[in-house]
């Protein structure tokens, strides 16, 4: 994979292309190399120790009468005006997904779990069999030459120090099932919390983890708007162009989007609405086996509902897992940041007539 050259791999893994990043330090104010280079190994755990120690703060013990847990890392100050001096950092550890390192002293051991891709997100594999890899970073920044059958001892002497360090960072049980990981974070918020009300209005930019866990579970979304005939605008989202669903009025019929990563769009579309006080309601019923046996986790029949009558409905093969998107909300009343749905011109295509609440239901 050339995405990271010249380091291996990719974001996740814990060779060099999943863990080199850039870092500026500007504090004119007081570091006076200028437009000078660093080299010493530092990790993202040494930032708070360097901010610390650059503003005069001791980290305390306890705070509010809560015990502090130590910092992991060491401050960088003093490398700001002595570009060659020791390494303050002595070690190390890594650990994403399965995914494994440790570094000690121009020394490091690495193993990419299962040999998994990031894209292969269904691979359960035992951690035994992990192989590992062993580079000596001080010489060979690019991690280009594994020496772990030149110096196996090494590479033992440094496995146990990753154990040491998993021990001690809260690193075990290793737990590589990503699909009931990611699908995991969902419901911590609510536990078996089943009926969400939302107000109209208000209940905009909440963000997606933070909304009603629809992902994967049977669920209904509903409301009752008093229909002049004239309305037309998004009545919930989550998500935007990436992914999601949005329930709106537009051209005086009821319509339902759900965006898979933009590829795949599922359309419900009702006949002209009544006008009057109305009930509208999307219906979703998980359905995990129905395309040719083939376990499909999330997909399932989405239904659309006028006044209890069905208008619409369709089998939604490709859903999403875990997120929509990293940067958009749940909106009743419009659609903020970017659209679910192109057939609406732009966001945030905010409803037109009067909400009072919806109410999304999960009827697993
Ligand atoms: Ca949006």
């Known amino acids: 994979m050339a995405g990271n050259t010249p380091f291996p791999y990719f974001k996740q893994s814990e060779h060099r292309g999943g863990q080199q990043d850039a870092l500026v330090m500007h504090w004119p104010n007081d570091i006076k190399s200028k437009g000078e280079i660093r080299n010493q190994y530092h990790h993202i755990s040494d930032i708070a120790p360097t901010i610390m120690e ?100 090494k590479l033992e002497e440094l496995e146990k120090i990753f154990e040491e360090e998993a021990w001690a960072n809260q690193v075990y049980p290793l737990y590589d099932d990503m699909l009931a990981r990611l699908n995991a974070v969902n419901y911590v918020i609510f536990g078996d919390k089943k009926v969400f009300t939302y107000y109209a209005p208000g209940a905009v930019r909440i963000a997606e983890k933070a909304s009603v866990p629809v992902k994967g579970r049977s669920h209904t979304i509903e409301t009752t708007i008093d229909l002049k005939g004239n309305e037309e605008g998004v009545i919930v989202s989550c998500g935007g162009m990436t992914g999601g669903y949005t329930m709106y009025i537009k051209g005086g019929k009821l319509h339902f989007d759900y965006n898979f990563l933009d590829g795949v769009h599922y359309h419900l579309t009702s006949p002209k609405l009544p006008s009057g006080s109305t009930d509208l309601k999307f219906n979703f019923i998980l359905d995990r086996s129905k395309i040719d046996g ?36 749940f909106d009743v009343g419009m659609d903020s940041g970017t659209q679910v749905d192109k057939a609406y011109e732009g966001s945030p295509f905010a409803f037109t007539g009067t909400l009072d609440k919806v109410v999304v239901t999960l009827t697993d």
Request: aromatic share 14%; no cysteine.
């Open 294 to 329: 083939t376990l499909k986790p999330w997909s399932g029949t989405g239904e659309l509902f006028v006044n209890g009558e069905k208008v619409d409905d369709d089998y939604f093969e490709m859903m999403h897992i875990s997120t929509y998107s990293l940067a958009e909300n």
């Open 54 to 153: 650059a503003a005069g703060i001791e980290r305390p013990d306890e705070y509010h009468g809560i015990k502090q847990q130590p910092f992991t890392g060491v401050s960088m100050n003093y490398s700001f005006d002595n570009a060659d001096a020791p390494n303050a950092k002595k070690r190390q550890y890594y650990e994403m997904f399965g995914n494994r390192a440790i570094w000690e002293d121009g020394w490091k051991a690495v193993t990419l779990h299962a040999n998994r891709m990031p894209w292969d997100v269904n691979i359960v594999k035992p951690f035994e069999e992990d192989v590992w890899e062993l580079y000596h970073v001080a010489e060979d920044f690019s991690e280009s030459t594994d020496l772990a059958a030149e110096y196996p001892e």
